[in-house]
């Protein structure tokens, strides 16, 4: 696992974290959402961002966003370059990356070049190669890198991965892991003469930006993140039913996988975005030889945990039992629901906790060049029950794997491929 963890307990606020963001301009989806997650704590502060691929849209975004003249750029090769010349007190320190996949290795490996921690959206590149790339850039540099496998970020989520990483399960047996949705079941991305695409589709389902997979990278990668996570296994080999239903679209709108994990479990992840009527429908089930659990994301707030020897018990997200985990993980009482905006906001909340623990150590790094490395516990039993993990580009890697090999799998006639 390549998950990090970070302490969320503070006495005294420090001064936020100074983010640049790269893409996500007016009419995007995602670039608000990563605005708000980051900002919602007040642990970090969008203060510049180049939020366009053409200039004009970048500065009129960045005008509506309120964002500095001097520190709204036509570009992101201008951001990073003339933010990395401001003083270390005022430069930006961290890079959010929310542009479409094809752009993903060239940026982030710039910004780590230029010094700068990032977070970036999944899948983190096209090919392995580019992803261990990265991950070398993070070791040199010592830089913070969150990857923004949402789902991470949900308190149940957390305490799941803690349950059954404590043996409360038993040795593990079986992982059913799930996400559908219905929005593309029509080919939107293909309008009548002289309509104009859906924006999301056009490129989630263009090979050019989105990369190689389309399903299976947009939706299938959560499902391998969040099965890891819960787990703690790896995958030993796979085999892969990887389709494409809709006509003339270039890339796959469905897949089925059959896993064998390390330690002898076996899985069934199912991805979908052409099943209709289904908006968001994600879903793991869990059985060991001592019980099983469940979470769903349309239930986010609650796990089902089935032991063998008791009754079925649902554990809420301000219910009893459940640790430090959940008061930091939420900002409600219970009874009033959160949901995706704060489980964003829960992985930017964990990085960028780190990336203010690093600001000491990168001022003495600066005038001594010691090198200090950054926190890298990953078996949650060794951690203590105050903290809260983020994806790391060693998870985001493992991502990209795993696009590959289910799509050698499928090229293989659905054989089973060694991970």
């Known amino acids: 696992m390549g998950t990090h963890a970070n302490d969320a307990s503070a006495s005294t606020r420090p001064t936020p974290v100074?983010?640049?963001?790269?893409?996500?301009?007016?009419?995007?989806?995602?670039g608000a959402v990563h605005r708000r997650a980051a900002e919602l704590d007040g642990l970090g502060s969008v203060v510049a961002g180049a939020l366009s691929s053409t200039p004009d849209r970048s500065l009129a975004s960045a005008r509506a966003w309120g964002l500095a003249p001097d520190r709204s750029y036509a570009s992101w090769s201008e951001?990073?370059?003339?933010?990395?010349?401001?003083?270390?007190?005022?430069?930006?320190?961290?890079?959010?990356?929310?542009?479409?996949?094809?752009?993903?290795?060239?940026?982030?490996?710039?910004?780590?070049?230029?010094?700068?921690?990032?977070?970036?959206?999944?899948?983190?590149?096209?090919?392995?190669?580019?992803?261990?790339?990265?991950s070398r850039l993070v070791r040199e540099k010592q830089r913070v890198f969150a990857v923004t496998y949402t789902f991470a970020g949900y308190p149940m989520v957390q305490h799941a991965a803690r349950l059954v990483r404590a043996g409360a399960l038993g040795t593990l047996r079986r992982v059913y892991v799930e996400f559908l949705q219905g929005w593309l079941a029509n080919p939107i991305?293909?309008?009548?003469?002289?309509?104009?695409?859906?924006?999301?589709?056009?490129?989630?389902?263009?090979?050019?930006?989105?990369?190689p997979a389309g399903t299976l990278g947009d939706i299938g990668t959560h499902c391998e993140h969040i099965a890891a996570l819960i787990t703690g296994l790896g995958i030993e080999s796979l085999a892969a039913d990887v389709?494409?239903?809709?006509?003339?679209?270039?890339?796959?709108?469905?897949?089925?996988?059959?896993?064998?994990?390390?330690?002898?479990?076996?899985?069934?992840?199912?991805?979908?975005?052409?099943?209709?009527?289904?908006?968001?429908?994600?879903?793991?089930?869990?059985?060991?030889?001592?019980?099983?659990?469940?979470?769903?994301?349309?239930?986010?707030?609650?796990?089902?945990?089935?032991?063998?020897?008791?009754?079925?018990?649902?554990?809420?997200?301000?219910?009893?039992?459940?640790?430090?985990?959940a008061p930091i993980g939420t900002r409600l009482p219970g009874g009033h629901p959160e949901g995706f905006h704060e489980a964003f906001a829960n992985i930017y909340a964990a990085a960028l906790r780190e990336i203010m623990a690093r600001r000491d150590v990168d001022?003495?790094?600066?005038?001594?060049?010691?090198?200090?490395?950054?926190?890298?516990?990953?078996?949650?039993?060794?951690?203590?029950?105050?903290?809260?993990?983020?994806?790391?580009?060693?998870?985001?890697?493992?991502?990209v794997r795993f696009i590959e090999r289910c799509l050698q799998s499928r090229d293989a006639g659905g054989a089973w491929v060694a991970f």
């Open 18 to 30: 100074r983010i640049a963001m790269i893409g996500g301009g007016s009419g995007a989806f995602i």
């Open 79 to 134: 951001l990073l370059e003339r933010e990395s010349a401001r003083p270390a007190h005022e430069r930006v320190e961290c890079v959010a990356i929310v542009t479409p996949n094809h752009t993903h290795f060239e940026i982030a490996r710039a910004a780590l070049e230029k010094g700068f921690h990032v977070v970036l959206d999944k899948p983190v590149t096209h090919t392995s190669e580019q992803a261990a790339e990265l």
């Open 189 to 211: 991305e293909q309008p009548a003469p002289g309509a104009e695409p859906q924006k999301q589709a056009d490129w989630r389902t263009d090979p050019a930006r989105s990369g």
């Open 243 to 325: 389709v494409t239903h809709v006509p003339h679209r270039k890339l796959d709108d469905d897949a089925s996988v059959l896993i064998k994990f390390t330690g002898g479990a076996r899985g069934v992840l199912s991805c979908s975005q052409v099943c209709a009527g289904e908006e968001c429908a994600i879903r793991i089930r869990v059985y060991g030889e001592r019980g099983g659990l469940e979470w769903d994301h349309e239930r986010c707030n609650e796990l089902v945990v089935m032991p063998l020897d008791g009754p079925r018990q649902i554990i809420t997200r301000a219910g009893a039992g459940l640790g430090a985990i």
């Open 363 to 399: 001022a003495s790094q600066r005038s001594t060049s010691r090198h200090a490395p950054l926190h890298t516990a990953t078996d949650l039993s060794e951690l203590p029950p105050d903290r809260m993990l983020y994806p790391t580009i060693d998870d985001g890697l493992r991502g």
